[in-house]
């Protein structure tokens, strides 16, 4: 109890605390890939741009069996791609800035943990019991959005970005940066996206949406998740209804978790 009546300095002071030790866990996550390029940089972000990656396999595997077409006139990448880099200090600072957003997404689980112990202390006891699963589920949406950018939203983007052509004179030859920016975008922003329905769940807890709301502007939501869609992806159909139908699977989860939320504060 005396928990929940400390003062508003302690309160910053023991926020102040977990922040310190958010940021620790970021920096030794970093220090961890840093020491680690090779297969970060090798195996990980340069995985997409070459020919064998598992995506580009899986995908043939796929068209072989099921459709019946030859891997060679169906390939996602002839040939792994070319990137220079065209800044003196441009692959040092690629190297700092993705190990940077890779030690922050290693981190994310401690993180959220750090978090819910701060709020902890405000819970009552119903809320503590329930508040672990929501810290699991959030860490699960989190990694869950990281895998798909990676291993689906980036191979289309990278294929489209390939495989597009003005004319075949120009020969593509693709920039460091762009690249790295192509693959932290894409991961990060659909590991974001995928917190969704925890957003709607807190937002319904707190009684600024309800279940009635989400349902009567679901043909909004459409729209509005389209546009967001064709804004993370080049704007071909083809990536755009990947990344849709996620994000519409997610509404459906929020709208269901709202649904219920209301029905036990009922």
Known sequence: MNENKMPFWKHIEELRKHIIHCLCAIIIAMIILMNNKNIIFDYI??????TDFITYRV???????????HLNS???LYKNLEI?????????????????????ILSFPYVVYEFWKFIK?????????YSLWILIMVTF????GIFFGYFILCPFLIHFG??????????????LSDYISLIVHSVFSMGIIFLFPFLIFFLTKMELISYSFLKKYRKHAFLILLVIASAITPGDILSTIIVLIPL?????VSVYISFQTNKKAS
Request: aromatic share 22%; with cysteine.
């Open 45 to 50: 972000i340069f995985g997409p741009a070459k």
């Open 59 to 69: 995908f043939y595997k796929l068209a072989n069996s099921f459709l019946g077409v």
């Open 74 to 76: 169906i390939s996602f």
């Open 84 to 104: 220079q880099n065209r800044q003196i200090f441009g692959q040092f600072n690629i190297y700092v800035w993705t190990c940077f957003i890779g030690g922050v």
């Open 121 to 129: 202390p405000a819970l009552s006891d119903e809320e503590k019991k």
């Open 141 to 144: 949406l989190f990694l869950l």
């Open 162 to 175: 390939y495989s597009f052509r003005i004319s075949y004179i120009p020969k593509n030859i693709f920039d």
């Open 248 to 252: 519409l699977i997610l509404y459906q």
